[in-house]
Structure formats: structure tokens, C-alpha cells
């Protein structure tokens, strides 16, 4: 069977973008057990898989979800960012700490979902910044009263934060009924403190004679009250670390580190353990353990060769991580030396720490480390117990802009086979096993920041506050002799020098980092928001040369604002988190920001001004007005979110604001838009994995899609049949809808339910789709879709039978068999390849895969080398011939 389809492509590395360093990471924090429960046993099962947070040194914060389900504990593609949350403009994030929003309603064996946390962070100013994790954007703000905030650090019970300040004191604050305020100040030291971190919780002793009253009320239920913080640890910029006592607010104990020649040692980093031992890593590289009880140090390493920014333990707290400036991730293990028949002996005198190995996985700076399942550092009668099957994961990040992902079970738990999460290898200690490189976006929620437009041949990119435009330039034919087979026999490369030009670079006013953008396919409008303004251009051809000049549309925000409903007697936002123009460049639909509506706007013809024709509230709604029958779909859920929409008259929107009231508002960020070719139909997707279609010939609602397991990650209408509309969810799983239809077509199911395990086992999730324009005139039976992740591209053909093709390597020898054996010409060895997903991974990684014209391919990738030299050089010590 062939199929053979040979294109031009058009790889592009001029693209300059950048992402940004990462500087903090979090996990949720586990609840505290219960103080009258019984002694803990290992769990049947393993844990949900906690959200991930990233903060980023150009002040945004990335929550990663995990993209497994409950039976699945293995996950190829790890965690995927979900949501953006857009900093202020500047503004960076030094430090990040979830806390659990009310700690009593969380049960002990429970993992905290979204909705359930709460998110601080840091960004070397004075003020501590709380998200609001659902509208996405900065919720509230409070003063330190002591300068510079420069570490923070929630209590175990999540019910106070404490701050390391400029002026060398630690202010707590309360975090009680979902609120913050001051609480308390503890005493001044002399020295700014750098790190800190909270003692082992104790739990609360009732005295003997003690009213029965009192007892009573303690008596039916646990709450995070009966767990009671003793003291703190805090590092410091003058070569010590300090001991606080919580009841009093003074300092118990100073333990001083090393000195170099007088200088000053900065204690980056500290945690605690269970049974009261302090960890500490400073800029002499030095990794130490100390007492807590008498603050005499224990042991001490020389784990880096430069300082130590970071530490992280192991679940069960028999292991520490370090890591910092010499981009090593250093392992310490707390290993048995005395006889374990010797009762009398106490734990620490037949127990050590060691210097277990070191791995060097980043190129630069290592500055933040994160390790799931969390560490409790509880006593050891209410130790946590985890199983001992599943591999935890070390997160770590730094400035050479990545996640890094690495198994780190420890090797005395290889009595049994160890499963590893991210499927990177069989073996799962963190000496043996392989890591692996989360894969940067360039747009939010894992989107791409980069749009083609195909009829004026522009390519645009989208930073932080500015846009770049470049013209892509008439392919040239490539010469005789060109190797034909330079993409599988797939694809064909043709490229020079000289096929691009920049034509215009914009910089913004902003009050927040860029959110959405997007360009017109003929190339006159130019669309782009923050989290508080979109701001239209109209694009000009300028008097010289190839040189583009915007015109800005300056009414159009006030345009925008007469159309949202007005809260708190406050102006509404008018930014938009997506944006799709219509094939004829004449509507543009938007979704708002914080508020999730959905804008229908004629941008006019000549002078006429933009006009509002609808506002939709459907991502508002919990649930949505519906028919007698359900849609068709493979997972129906039984909610509301899994049927049809009912019509609703086109004249005005106040019905949809109505049922919007009647049914509960949530707040939902609508990620992704696609627009189908004929200009009829709009599906816009939200973070609460919602799918809606409109009709924008008559500007009304729909249909409703079954409410998805994973949320999509790429969805496009089909040239060939515009009311076929692909997605692709977060876990490289298929759906194909038929919007005319309202239904999941026949034809389609057997292909998304027998998708083979080298496409859904794909490390890097899928980003986006595409389908080539001139497909249908050449198949008219039904057009090969292009899914492309950060570092593969993968053409599916969506009509092809159940079986034919897939990565089957027995298919492959058995036809070689029926050719006996032989396959010499390149003919023969070129059938053998026609299979359906055929998967390219030449190119990498990428930031953007679309069709220029039929046939026409363009490629953008963004090499990490690239990105590297412009970063400052890496911390390098010579061994041999230093002076």
C-alpha cells in the first residue's frame, strides 16, 4: 500500500526566542496524620500524583498536572503544564510554597487536588505574592514589614508561613480561614537570613488533670491543632545557622559554619528531619549535618565544588539531595554501621550518613530541587509509610531553562521489583536510572507562541512583551541530486540561506507578561493581550523596502469592556488567554481572561470600526441546558458536561447570562481555539478539559463535548471535511468528533481505540496538529493529519483500517519474507516503510510545525545550544594544571 507524500520543508532556526530559567519548584504538602490514630501501615496503593509548580525567572509559574490515571501508576509524559500563570511585568519568582487551604477537610491518606491549595511566592522584593490558581493571575499581596523577603517556609499543619527577611528577622504570618495577616515578629539578628525551615511538628500532650470538657471537644475529631511547631532553623549571610524557639521568638543556639581567608559563608539552604536533625548546604560547597538538641554538628561533606543553592529528601528521610552552582545533584544516604542486634545502642550511634554518588544532568545552575512523594519530617512513631514498589521522582531545574525528571528509589528497596513512573528504564535507582529533559513551550498552558499565516507568508513569535515578524520567501526549487530520502522518505528538506526576512519587531506597554497572540491569514490584523488589555493592530506596508508598520486600533479595548459584565463596580478585563481568526480575516474570536466568556468580533471592512456580535458564558456554566439525547462520545461521565447544548435565539445574550446565573459560575481558562476552514464552525477548549462548538455563521452555541479525561492539547478541523474536528489530548490519545453530526463517527473509533504504544508512549506530550491544505485534491478519500510534539513529528492517516501500519517490527519481517528475504533496491526498502504513523524525529525541538501552502511545510526549531550560549559560561573548576 503506498502512500508516499513528499513535501518541501521549510526548517527554520532564525526564531529567537528564549525561555526563561527556572528558579523554585513545589510539590503539595501531604496532611498532617492523625495524633490518636493507629500505628501507620503501608498503603495498598499509591498515591495521586500531586501537582507540579514552576516558577520562572521572568516572574511566570507553571502548574504541571500528572498525566497518569488511578490505575496507571506508570506516566510517559510525566507531568504537562495545565495552566500559565502570568507574572507582572517585570517580576521574577524566587521562591514557591503550597499550602492546603483548609488542612481539616483534607483526610491524612488524601493528596490535595488544585482547588484544594494554596500557592505563595517570592520575587526578591518586599511584598509575598498569593495566586489565585483558578483565574490565573496575582490574588492578593501583603508587606513583609522587614525588607526583602528572601525564604519562606509554610508549617507542616499549613496554618502559619514564616518569612526570612532583609533586616534579619522572622516574621510569621497566619494562614487560618483562608486569609493572611501578620501574626507575629521574632527577635532581630544581625545578618540576613537566606534559608529556612520548620522543626518536626509535636504532637499536643494533654495533661492529666485536665478538664473533661476540654477533653470532649478533642475527643470526636483530629484537626491540625493537635500538632504543635516547637522551633525553627534559619541560615544566615554571616557563616551560621540559628535556632528560634516558636513560643518566645528568640534565638536558642547559633551553629557556626566553616570560613575561607575571613570571609563570610552564605548558608543557602536548610531542611530538617524527623528526628531533629538539620541539614545545611553554603557557599563553600559544603553539605552538614547538625544536632538539633545541643546544635553540635554531626558529619560534614564536601558534596560540590562551588555553593549549594538547594536540598530536597527522600520520602522516607533516609536520603538528602544537593545540588547548586557546579550543576552536580549530589545523593547522601543514611546507612547502618553498628550491630542491629545491640538494642542497647541508640539509632544515631549504628547509623551515619554517606556520600552515595553524584550525577551532573544540567548544564548551568542548578536552583531549585523538589522531590514526590513529599517529606513529612514527623516523628517515628507517626512516620509515613509509602510503598516500596514505585519509584519517588527528584525534580530539579535551573538556567538551563528544563525540568529534569530522575527515579530515585534507593538501592536497599531493589529486594523487589521497583516500577518507575516515568518510563525511562527498567532500573530505577537514582545512581542507574535514566533521566529525562521536560520539554519547554514557547506559548502558555503548553501551547505554542508562534503563529503561520499562509496567505501573506508571515511567521510571528511572541516574547515576554514584544512580537517578532518575519516574511518567509518564495520556496526555490531544489537542485538535481538532492537527497530525496532526507526525512524517512517523507518529508523533503529544501532550505537556504536567504529565505527569510524580519519585517517587524514590536514592543509593548504591559502590565503583565504576554498571554495570547495571533495574526490574520491574509495578514492585515495582529491581535495580542496580557491579563489585562488586548490591543488590535492593523498592519501597513511601510514606504521602504519589505517593512511592516502597525496601526493600532485604540478603541477597541473600550469596545470590548461594553460587553462584559461590570463586578464590584470595577472595569472588566478585556485580555484574552486565545485568540482564532477566521479563514476570510474577518471575525476574531477571543476568550477573556479571569472571567472565561467568549467573544464573537466583526472586525469591519475599511473604516468601520469593530463591533461586538456575542458574548458566550458556556465555560462559566457547571453545567449546560440540554436536549432529550446525549452526545455520543467514549466517556460519558453521566454530568452535565456530556450532552448536547439546546439552541438559544441569536438576537442578544442575556439568556446566556440567565442560565449562567442559574447554574453556579466557575471560573475556567479557555487554552486552545481552532477555527474550521470554511469559517462555520469554533471549538474552544478550557483547562477543566470542556469542549464547546459554535457556529459562526449564526452565532450561536452548538454542541457540548463529552468532558475528556486528560485536556486537549491540539485540536484543528479537517480541509477535506470541515466539520471533522481532530483532537489530541495530553496523554497522545486520539478523538475525532463530527460536528455536523454531534457525534464520535464509526469510522473513527477503531483508529482511537487501537492507537499503537510507541505514539501514546511518546516522553513529549503532543503540542499541536496540522493538515496540508492541498491533501484532499490529491486523497480525496480523506487527508493525512501532522502531529507534532517538542522533539517528533508523527503523519496519521485518520481513514486508514485498524492494523495496517503501527511500529510492528514481526509486520515488517513477514513481508520481507514473502520478497524472500531480499530487499536490495530502494524501492523495495521504501514500501516496507509505508506504514500508517509514521514518526520523524530529525527535527528537535520544535516550536512550531504548519503548512505555508500545499505541500509547503514549515519546521521552526529552537536548539538548545543556541539557547545556551547566551547564557553566562558554567561553573568550571579544572582538575589538572590549575595554579
Known amino acids: 500500500m503506498a502512500d508516499t507524500t513528499t513535501l518541501s520543508v521549510h526548517r527554520c532556526r532564525f526564531v529567537d526566542y528564549t525561555p526563561s530559567a527556572i528558579t523554585a519548584l513545589a510539590f503539595p504538602p501531604l496532611p498532617l496524620p492523625s495524633v490518636k490514630g493507629k500505628k501507620p501501615e503501608a498503603p495498598r496503593k499509591a498515591l495521586k500524583v500531586g501537582t507540579l509548580a514552576v516558577g520562572r525567572a521572568n516572574g511566570n509559574v507553571e502548574l504541571c498536572e500528572w498525566t497518569g490515571t488511578e490505575n496507571q501508576i506508570e506516566a510517559p509524559q510525566a507531568w504537562v503544564v495545565r495552566k500559565t ?218 558534596g560540590h565544588g562551588a555553593d549549594v543553592l538547594c536540598l530536597a529528601i527522600g520520602p522516607e528521610g533516609t536520603t538528602v539531595y544537593s545540588s547548586g552552582v557546579d550543576q552536580k545533584i549530589t545523593q547522601f544516604s543514611l546507612v547502618k554501621t553498628g550491630n542491629p542486634s545491640d538494642k542497647s545502642s541508640i539509632l544515631r550511634s549504628n547509623s551515619r550518613w554517606v556520600q552515595s554518588t553524584s550525577r551532573r544532568m544540567h548544564s548551568h545552575d542548578v536552583r531549585a530541587l523538589a522531590m514526590w512523594p513529599p517529606y513529612s519530617p514527623l516523628p517515628p512513631t507517626y512516620k509515613r509509610i509509602f510503598p516500596i514498589d514505585i519509584a519517588p521522582i527528584l525534580a530539579s531545574g535551573g538556567l538551563d531553562m528544563s525540568v529534569v525528571l530522575t527515579p530515585a528509589a534507593v538501592p536497599t528497596s531493589t529486594i523487589t521489583k521497583i516500577i518507575n513512573p516515568l518510563s525511562t528504564s527498567t532500573v530505577a535507582t537514582f545512581e542507574d536510572s535514566y533521566h529525562r529533559r521536560l520539554a519547554y513551550s514557547s506559548g502558555h498552558a503548553n501551547t505554542s507562541g508562534l503563529k503561520l499565516t499562509k496567505q501573506a507568508g508571515l511567521l510571528m513569535c511572541m516574547h515576554d512583551d514584544s512580537l517578532s515578524l518575519w516574511r518567509i520567501l518564495k520556496k526555490r526549487t531544489p537542485p538535481l541530486g538532492d537527497d530525496a530520502d532526507a526525512v524517512d522518505a517523507d518529508l523533503d528538506t529544501s532550505t537556504g540561506s536567504g529565505g527569510w526576512s524580519k519585517v517587524l519587531e514590536m514592543d509593548l506597554s504591559v502590565q503583565s507578561n504576554l498571554v495570547a497572540s495571533s495574526m490574520s491569514d491574509d495578514g492585515r490584523w495582529v491581535v495580542v493581550s496580557d491579563l489585562f488589555e488586548t490591543k488590535l493592530f492593523a498592519l501597513e506596508q511601510a514606504s521602504k523596502d519589505d517593512q511592516l508598520k502597525p496601526r493600532r486600533i485604540r478603541e477597541f479595548p473600550s469596545i ?200 501514546t508512549r511518546l516522553h513529549d506530550p503532543v503540542v499541536g496538529v496540522t493538515f496540508d491544505p492541498g491533501a484532499s485534491a490529491r486523497d480525496p478519500s480523506g487527508a493525512a493529519a501532522l502531529f507534532w510534539g517538542a522533539t517528533w513529528i508523527c503523519k496519521v492517516k485518520l481513514d486508514a483500517p485498524v492494523g495496517w501500519g503501527g511500529f510492528s517490527k514481526k509486520r515488517r519481517r513477514q513481508s520481507a519474507k514473502h520478497d524472500g528475504g531480499r530487499v536490495t533496491s530502494d524501492e523495495g526498502r521504501h514500501d516496507l516503510q509505508q506504514t500508517n504513523f509514521k514518526l520523524i524525529t530529525h527535527y528537535r525541538p520544535l516550536l512550531l510545525v504548519d503548512f505555508l501552502a500545499p505541500g509547503e511545510l514549515v519546521v521552526v526549531e529552537r536548539p538548545l545550544v543556541d539557547v545556551l550560549t547566551k547564557l553566562p559560561p558554567a561553573y568550571f573548576k579544572p582538575k589538572y594544571g590549575a595554579t
Open 85 to 302: 500563570l502570568s507574572g507582572p511585568y517585570p517580576s521574577k519568582v524566587d521562591n514557591l510554597a503550597f499550602v492546603i487551604r483548609y488542612p481539616d477537610l483534607v483526610m491524612q491518606d488524601e493528596v490535595p487536588t488544585v482547588e484544594d491549595l494554596r500557592l505563595f511566592s517570592t520575587g526578591g522584593g518586599t511584598e509575598l505574592v498569593e495566586w489565585d490558581l483558578e483565574k490565573g493571575c496575582v490574588k492578593r499581596t501583603i508587606p513583609s514589614h522587614g525588607g526583602s523577603i528572601w525564604c519562606i517556609a509554610p508549617n507542616h499543619a499549613s496554618t502559619l508561613l514564616a518569612l526570612g527577611c532583609e533586616d534579619g528577622s522572622v516574621r510569621i504570618l497566619s494562614l487560618a480561614d483562608d486569609s493572611i495577616v501578620h501574626h507575629r515578629r521574632f527577635d532581630r539578628a544581625k545578618s540576613r537570613l537566606l534559608s529556612i525551615a520548620w522543626g518536626p511538628p509535636v504532637p499536643k500532650q494533654k495533661a492529666a488533670g485536665a478538664q473533661q470538657a476540654s477533653e470532649d471537644s478533642d475527643e470526636d475529631e483530629d484537626t491540625s491543632e493537635d500538632w504543635i511547631d516547637s522551633w525553627i532553623v534559619t541560615g544566615g549571610s554571616d557563616s551560621s545557622l540559628r535556632k528560634w524557639d516558636v513560643a518566645t521568638g528568640r534565638v536558642v543556639d547559633r551553629m557556626g559554619t566553616d570560613k575561607l581567608r575571613g570571609e563570610r559563608t552564605l548558608v543557602w539552604s536548610v531542611a530538617v528531619l524527623g528526628d531533629g536533625t538539620i541539614i545545611s548546604g553554603d557557599s563553600m560547597g559544603m553539605v552538614k549535618m547538625w544536632e538539633s538538641r545541643t546544635c553540635t554538628q554531626l558529619q560534614s561533606f564536601q
Open 560 to 759: 470590548l469592556q461594553g460587553h462584559l459584565p461590570k463586578s464590584r463596580n470595577e472595569e472588566p478585563s478585556t485580555g484574552a488567554s486565545a485568540f482564532a481568526f477566521s479563514p476570510d480575516s474577518s471575525k476574531l474570536a477571543m476568550a477573556t481572561t479571569m472571567s472565561g466568556y467568549v467573544l464573537i468580533v466583526d472586525l469591519g471592512s475599511g473604516e468601520a470600526k469593530p463591533r461586538v456580535l456575542r458574548r458566550f458564558d458556556h465555560h462559566r456554566m457547571q453545567r449546560v441546558p440540554v436536549r432529550s439525547r446525549f452526545a455520543d462520545g467514549p466517556q460519558a461521565n453521566g454530568d452535565g458536561d456530556d450532552i448536547e447544548m439546546d439552541e438559544e435565539p441569536a438576537s442578544d445574550g442575556d439568556d446566556e447570562a440567565s442560565l449562567a446565573e442559574e447554574s453556579s459560575p466557575v471560573t475556567a481558562t479557555v487554552s486552545r481555539m481552532a477555527v474550521s476552514v470554511d469559517g462555520q464552525w469554533l471549538a474552544t477548549t478550557d483547562d477543566r478539559c470542556r469542549t464547546h462548538i459554535f457556529n459562526l455563521d449564526s452565532v450561536q452555541h452548538h454542541c457540548v463535548l463529552p468532558t475528556f479525561p486528560q485536556p486537549v492539547h491540539a485540536l484543528a478541523f479537517s480541509p477535506s471535511n470541515p466539520s471533522i474536528l481532530v483532537l489530541a489530548l495530553a496523554n497522545n490519545t486520539l478523538h475525532i468528533f463530527d460536528v455536523e453530526a454531534r457525534q464520535f463517527p464509526d469510522w473513527a473509533r477503531p483508529l482511537c481505540a487501537s492507537l499503537p504504544q510507541r505514539f
